[in-house]
């Protein structure tokens, strides 16, 4: 269960306040204020701030006082021409905090995206819940035998039931141990910033994560992408449709020309320059290596 029912009434009142204002809201982002969206067996999103609309990267973009004579047409041409053109500055202008529950390896993925501010739940001062993910037996899968990060085929019948067997083991077993350390009954019991470290890997930890737009524009394009790790994907996912509610000519302009586009080199732009002329192209004769090939045979086949 990702929220308690405590914690679903500290939503509940939170969403009940009512604040007036005259920044820019957004509709869409006021009914998600505060609302916990379920990811993986325990983890959520929710949004708890957020500043700026789709008016605000024009506004950045022309440094003006408002709106002026400007259409909703062209606020949305324009804002197509700075994702086209990877003028990112006027999409900075906008910012969006979360709160996060996820699985530690998933947050040390995500912490590499060094370009937001972060403040995480202390296990040296707090004691984690008895909370970890085990996969869903159709996401426990091989190792992948082209890409050493990734996967493979799914495991199935017996092979799958042990290897979910040792991970619900291992995790109880480590979190007794760990309440066994911090005990204080009869015992002083082991510093809590000591024992944390005996704790899985795939125990729940929580932070708020505050970033704008831009940089967040990065972290989606990396992490919603197909290939991106299966855990950290659905949380991307679930913000993906946040942010499409937040400042949706904005998102469109990202879904259309980073989700939905691609990047390709100058060997690869060569490549399709001499097909369209009726030339047959091989690996052999791109100048590409087998693994730029196979990506770009995957971008004309998509």
């Known amino acids: 269960m990702p929220i308690s029912p405590d914690q679903a009434q500290e939503i509940a009142d939170a969403r009940s306040q009512q604040n007036t204002t005259m920044r820019a809201t957004v509709p869409g982002m006021e009914a998600h204020l505060y609302t916990a969206h379920e990811v993986l067996d325990h983890g959520f999103i929710r949004v708890i701030d957020y500043m700026g609309d789709d008016s605000a990267i024009c506004q950045a973009a022309r440094v003006s006082y408002g709106k002026g004579t400007k259409s909703v047409q062209n606020d949305e041409g324009l804002i197509r021409y700075l994702m086209r053109h990877w003028?990112?500055?006027p999409f900075e202008?906008?910012?969006i905090k979360l709160h996060v529950?996820?699985?530690v390896f998933v947050a040390?993925?995500?912490?590499?995206?060094r370009t937001a501010n972060v403040n995480e739940y202390s296990a040296r001062y707090s004691i984690l819940d008895r909370e970890f993910y085990?996969?869903?037996?159709?996401?426990?899968?091989?190792q992948s035998v082209v890409n050493n990060q990734g996967r493979g085929k799914i495991l199935e019948g017996e092979e799958a039931a042990r290897v979910l067997e040792i991970l619900k083991a291992d995790s109880t077993r480590a979190y007794d141990n760990y309440e066994a350390m911090i005990s204080d009954d009869g015992q002083d019991g082991l510093a809590r910033e000591l024992a944390r470290m005996n704790l899985p890997a795939n125990i729940y930890t929580q932070w708020y994560w505050k970033v704008d737009l831009h940089n967040l524009f990065h972290f989606l394009r990396l992490r919603?992408?197909?290939?991106?790790?299966?855990?950290i994907r659905v949380y991307a996912d679930a913000i993906c449709k946040v942010v499409a509610d937040w400042v949706p000519a904005a998102y469109s302009a990202f879904e259309d020309y980073r989700l939905g586009g691609a990047q390709?080199?100058?060997?690869?732009?060569?490549?399709?320059?001499?097909?369209?002329?009726?030339?047959?192209v091989t690996q052999e004769t791109s100048g590409m290596?087998?693994?730029?090939?196979?990506e770009f045979q995957g971008v004309l086949k998509a």
């Open 264 to 280: 390709l080199s100058g060997k690869a732009v060569d490549c399709v320059r001499r097909m369209l002329k009726g030339e047959e």
């Open 134 to 142: 085990i996969p869903a037996p159709e996401h426990i899968n091989a």
């Open 289 to 294: 290596s087998k693994g730029e090939w196979r």
């Open 87 to 89: 003028h990112s500055t």
């Open 224 to 231: 919603a992408d197909s290939h991106a790790q299966y855990e």
């Open 101 to 103: 529950k996820l699985p």
């Open 93 to 95: 202008m906008c910012e």
């Open 108 to 113: 040390r993925q995500w912490i590499r995206h």
